[in-house]
């Protein structure tokens, strides 16, 4: 097996970071394939915590090229941050490699995306305001800046000149702030030169690598559910999260994906606004986010707790061609006396075990359950699968049986180490 793509199953947040960092190390290439600084991946070993928005999750090992591809959009003001962070902690940044295909995202997206929000009011869609989704616009109307345009001063400042004069007229209806063009190209100038040594076609870089059968790991950012097309529409990202984006983001062929982990927590979360069918209120969902911290990377949001979802799990399956499954948290549910799964939907008398395509349908969807025994035992340390308690064993075989999918990793616990493979 020379790649593998790791996908989120549900809303993002399932703990990919952890399992791209912990897999990495088997990989020559990390690639991230789509969003921007909207997704956060906290890693952990060596008693250190390290968050990263868009680096990808392969930095921490210099044997490892990493590759932030053309289906990005890339705050340059976040990334410069982003690398002297990891300079400060001494990781040079020198295996960092960024497509001259991947489109710059500018203030005024930030600016844009936030009023836009604001204007829907009841009915936003809960965007971290990042500027990412009116990036990913720019990108679809033809007029987005690439990272390949800043290497050209003279037609950087055109194409710039251009936007900013369309953005300022419509941010004047807003009675918004506008912008200066001479003032955003000196500072994206200034961080053009010091992201120039990395700026490459990575889509060559990584054919290249196919070739010689160098082994890709390919990193995504949010989840299945957030897919800009089979996602919870419109509460979604703007970009597609699944494996199917991967050939078209990062400019290689899709015969060359043979391989998808779908990664998935003990349970559910879900930040933001949008339909969560298996969303709890109650002391046990209280519990969860305390005892695993379920609080944005990115945004500090608390996220909505859930009982796992393997509709969501088979939703999943069928959009992305999810292969085997890693279950993170699982150590987060030692402790209740009993676990639910849903395995099914009820929508207007009907039992099924799909996602209708509208938000409406969806919202009357109430899930149905099983119900299994929990564990007590502390499984923090455990290092296989067999010292796992009973309970928590027969906890993943139901997610398998449910879904049809094998379970090969688990994590029961924030560090590399507590990580077992089945």
Not at 179 to 201: G, M, Q, R
Not at 284 to 304: D, Q
Request: charged share 25%; hydrophobic share 35%; net charge neutral.
């Amino acid at each position: 097996m020379n790649s593998l793509v790791i996908v989120g199953t549900g809303w993002g947040d399932e703990g990919k970071g952890k399992i791209t960092d912990y897999l990495s190390k088997k990989f020559d290439i990390c690639v991230r394939f789509q969003g921007g600084n909207n997704a956060g991946h906290t890693i952990k070993f060596n008693n250190n915590k390290y968050a990263l928005n868009l680096i990808p999750s392969g930095i921490f090992n210099q044997n490892i090229q990493n590759i932030m591809s053309n289906g990005m959009v890339i705050d340059l003001k976040a990334l410069v941050n982003e690398i002297d962070i990891l300079k400060s902690k001494d990781f040079d940044c020198e295996n960092l490699h960024i497509s001259d295909r991947a489109h710059v995202l500018f203030p005024y997206h930030i600016q844009l995306d936030e009023i836009f929000e604001n204007i829907k009011g009841n009915d936003k869609v809960g965007t971290t305001k990042k500027g990412i989704g009116p990036c990913y616009t720019d990108k679809a109307m033809r007029i987005g800046i690439r990272i390949g345009d800043l290497l050209n001063k003279d037609s950087f400042y055109k194409k710039l000149s251009q936007n900013v004069e369309y953005v300022n007229k419509l941010l004047s209806i807003f009675n918004s702030t506008t912008f200066d063009v001479n003032e955003l190209y000196n500072e994206y100038t200034s961080y053009a030169n010091i992201i120039k040594p990395h700026i490459k076609d990575t889509s060559l870089f990584l054919m290249n690598a196919l070739n010689e059968n160098k082994k890709i790991l390919f990193e995504g950012a949010q989840g299945i559910m957030l897919c800009l097309d089979h996602g919870t529409y419109p509460y979604v990202t703007s970009s597609s999260p699944s494996a199917a984006s991967v050939a078209l983001n990062c400019g290689i062929p899709p015969q060359s994906i043979q391989k998808v982990l779908g990664i998935t927590k003990s349970y559910a979360t879900r930040v933001g606004e949008g339909v969560f069918p298996t969303e709890l209120f109650s002391d046990i969902s209280n519990t969860i986010r305390e005892t695993a911290h379920e609080y944005g990377t990115t945004t500090g949001r608390a996220r909505r707790i859930g009982w796992l979802d393997t509709v969501v799990l088979k939703h999943g399956k069928r959009i992305s061609g999810i292969t085997d499954l890693a279950i993170t948290l699982l150590d987060v549910l030692t402790g209740f006396e009993k676990l639910k799964i849903c395995t099914s939907y009820m929508l207007d008398g009907k039992e099924i075990d799909y996602i209708p395509s509208t938000i409406e349908e969806l919202n009357k969807c109430k899930p149905v359950y099983i119900e299994l025994d929990g564990w007590y035992e502390d499984i923090s340390n455990v290092k296989s699968f067999n010292n796992l308690p009973k309970n928590a064993k027969n906890y993943i075989h139901k997610i398998e049986e449910i879904t049809g999918i094998n379970v090969s990793i688990i994590s029961v616990g924030p560090d590399r180490k507590q990580t077992i493979e089945k």
